[in-house]
Nanobody, 115 residues
Framework: QVQLVESGGGLVQAGGSLTLSCAASGNTFSINAIGWYRQAPGKQRELVAVMSSGGSRNYAGTVKGRFTISRDNAKNTVFLQMNSLKPEDTAVYYC?????????WGRGTQVTVSS
């Protein structure tokens, strides 16, 4: 089992920045990839950024160049630095961890970008 707890969401003006954190606990050694998804009202959940256990990163085209995923292995924490935020980035952001057998989700943190 892996537990994920997100933090850092909030309300920000367009052009501003936020950093989300995801603290992982439990069988963290079993995680193959960890990242962030988001879901806006009325839309499907979509991938934002993901990092493999080897350190490779992938980003959605809509956030590439603005968002950066990173991790602190000692603290089992993954971060999402979000810059130049746009109103269309408004969504609930979920931390996700993939193991061989299962996909784990946090409860999500709301990000609201005002125009």
């Amino acid at each position: 089992q892996v537990q994920l707890v997100e933090s850092g969401g909030g309300l920000v003006q367009a052009g501003g920045s936020l950093t989300l954190s995801c603290a992982a606990s439990g069988n963290t050694f079993s995680i193959n990839a960890i990242g962030w998804y988001r879901q806006a009202p009325g839309k499907q959940r979509e991938l934002v950024a993901v990092m493999s256990s080897g350190g490779s990163r992938n980003y959605a085209g809509t956030v590439k160049g603005r968002f950066t995923i990173s991790r602190d292995n000692a603290k089992n924490t993954v971060f999402l630095q979000m810059n130049s935020l746009k109103p269309e980035d408004t969504a609930v952001y979920y931390c996700n961890a993939d193991t061989v057998y299962e996909k784990y989700w946090g409860r999500g943190t709301q990000v609201t970008v005002s125009s």
